[in-house]
């Protein structure tokens, strides 16, 4: 079995936002940079590439250009705050929500990223329009972007398919020991580690122990989000935290595999089961809405709406897939809504009626729901949807520079970033904010390539 060393002054595994951003960050500062990433099919199966893009940043210069003046730091943190009940860990929520206008700016003037803001909809939860996103809302745009940018650095060395299987603390470093599907060894000395390699969302053994209310979910994840960096990092004895969190997602269509945006609901889409009812205030997130759909009947819902809330969604490159796919089917009238779900017509004229005189203020939603933007008009479509699991957002525990903590301490030159590590959204799932995910991967990402840069 062949067997390599060599020695670089960084090591990043994974190669998705959060080691792009890490990778590129520590080249910047003038460190080399040895790029390992586990699948060979990481550009269109990593957990970025099948984003929508969206990073929350309160108080960015976008925002500013159109004229969004009152929003900052502190309310995004106070936001976080409020959506955790309190729970997210908050050295971190306040290093992420402060770092956000620095990482915006290096994204988009150091790495070329064509950012802009998202002013579809206000998201659940979020007191102001400050997603930022690529143009087709897509994360795999953003993934081609970062890696563009990480190519143009000599710095930087990108190795693929390699998969970091141990570490070693050795004096002033570390030892990493990795290994290629061919059974191909390498051994790398360096100075710092990166972990970026994800969470454990494809593990099932993990999802089944810390998660159970989602085990019976799709998986809509990186196939090698397999938990390494939390079997590494527990191996040296690393704290670990918010193991039970999660960001899900109620409306994947099925069977095509096809997220479709949540957009739709903040502009008056709903949600019904197989029997034309619906069962839960859809603007309260969609992460949330994941276990509410798989608890329906064969784990199924149907996505209604009209074609102003499709005029919305068109933006989205995932949802063009499905126009594109024939999947989405109008109809006139009640009739062929009840058709196209199977349920009866009296029950989904019923629920129609209810939601138009909630819209009209006639009646008070029973679910609580209170944003209802526009009167629904025909033509109707209905999307068949399931819950899905997304990614995992608890991990190794870091401080507000992504070191990884033991007994509370730093371990020195161990950093973790991304599903990796813990998040910002509490415990569950109905802590997660729009956009937690990349804001953690590439704002951690991005606080560990600057302080190993000036290291």
């Known amino acids: 079995m062949a067997r390599f060393e060599l020695e670089t002054d960084v090591v990043v595994a994974g190669a998705g936002a959060a080691g792009l951003a890490a990778a590129i960050k ?3 500062g003038g460190a080399t940079v040895a790029l390992l990433e586990a699948s060979s099919t990481f550009r269109q199966g990593s957990n970025t590439s099948m984003s929508t893009s969206m990073i929350p940043v309160g108080g960015s210069r976008w925002q500013e250009e ?11 943190y106070q936001d976080i705050m409020a959506k955790t009940k309190g729970t997210a860990d908050p050295v971190l929520a306040r290093a992420l929500v402060d770092v956000g206008r620095d990482l915006s700016e290096f994204l988009a003037d150091d790495c070329k990223v064509p950012l802009e803001l998202l002013t579809d909809a206000v998201f659940p939860g979020h007191t102001y329009k400050r997603h930022l996103c690529v143009h087709d809302r897509a994360g795999r745009t953003l993934h081609r972007h970062l890696l563009e940018a990480a190519e143009q650095r000599g ?11 141990d570490l070693i603390e050795i004096d002033d470093g570390w030892k990493i020991k990795a290994e290629s599907p061919d059974g191909t060894e390498q051994e790398i000395i360096t100075g710092s580690v990166v972990l970026a390699t994800n969470g454990f969302g494809a593990n099932a053994e993990r999802v089944a122990r810390h998660i159970p209310e989602v085990v019976d979910g799709l998986y809509f994840g990186g196939d090698h989000s397999l938990g390494d960096a939390l079997e590494i990092g527990e191996k040296l004895g690393a704290d670990v935290g918010f193991l039970d969190a999660y960001q899900g997602h109620g409306s994947v269509a099925t069977p095509h595999g096809v997220l479709i945006t949540w957009t739709t609901m903040m502009n008056g889409a709903f949600l019904v089961n197989a029997n034309g009812e619906r069962f839960g205030d859809e603007t309260t997130g969609y992460s949330e809405f994941a276990v509410k759909v798989i608890a329906q009947p064969e784990a199924q819902a149907w996505m209604i709406y009209d074609k102003a809330v499709h005029e919305k969604a068109l933006p989205f490159a995932d949802y063009q897939q499905m126009v594109e796919s024939g999947g989405i089917r109008w109809t006139d009238d009640i009739a062929g809504l009840a058709s196209l779900i199977g349920c009866d017509e009296a029950a989904i004229s019923a629920t129609l009626e209810g939601i138009a005189n909630f819209g009209s203020g006639a009646a008070v939603d029973p679910l609580g729901r209170t944003l209802w933007p526009h009167d629904l008009e025909s033509p109707f479509t209905a999307i068949k949807v ?5 990614h995992t957002q608890g991990g190794l525990s870091v ?4 070191n990884v903590l033991r007994g509370g301490k730093t371990i020195p030159g161990l950093y973790a970033a991304g599903g990796a590590a813990i998040g910002i959204s509490g415990n569950g799932a109905s802590g997660y904010l729009s956009g937690n995910g990349l804001l953690g ?3 951690l990402g991005y606080l560990a390539g600057r302080a190993i840069g000036h290291g």
């Open 386 to 390: 399931t819950g899905a699991l997304f």
């Open 399 to 402: 401080n507000e520079h992504a």
């Open 26 to 28: 520590a080249a910047d």
């Open 66 to 76: 159109i004229g969004i003046d009152g929003d900052s730091p502190d309310i995004l």
């Open 441 to 443: 991967a590439l704002g």
């Open 155 to 165: 710095n930087i060395t990108m190795v693929v398919p390699l998969r970091l299987v």
